[in-house]
């Protein structure tokens, strides 16, 4: 078995820094901000390696626009959730936002 990824660790700051933006925007109730951790591989974790930063899932849903259910991606059976794309770019947005005007 060959280690093809390295471990995907958040850097703090970044973490807290992304945390706050949408604990302001969304408030208590969008944030989850304790999941348990995912041990699937992700691309994500060499760009941690170079720069500090954080890699944060936006919700999908339980599956409640589709028939099957919630899963998870790569999955035959998912289906993106098209409704909470205003959501996921305004939090983006409100990020961006956030850091330029902390700069």
């Keep these: 078995y060959d280690w093809r ?3 995907l660790i958040n850097d703090e700051a970044s973490t807290a820094f992304a945390k706050q933006v949408a604990l302001d925007w969304l408030g208590d109730k ?3 901000p304790n ?5 699937g591989s992700e691309d ?4 941690l390696q170079e ?3 954080c890699y944060l899932i936006v ?3 339980q599956g409640e626009h589709h028939h099957t259910g919630g899963c998870m991606v790569h999955n035959p059976g998912y289906d993106f959730n098209d409704a909470i ?3 996921a770019a305004s ?3 409100q990020l961006v936002n956030a850091f330029l005007k902390a700069a």
Aim: aromatic share 18%; proline share 15%; hydrophobic share 45%.
């Design 5 to 7: 990824y390295p471990s």
């Design 30 to 32: 969008g944030v989850i």
């Design 35 to 39: 999941l348990a951790p995912l041990t």
């Design 44 to 47: 994500f974790s060499f760009m």
């Design 51 to 53: 720069c500090p930063g």
């Design 59 to 61: 919700g999908n849903g």
């Design 85 to 87: 794309l205003p959501i």
């Design 91 to 93: 939090y983006w947005v």
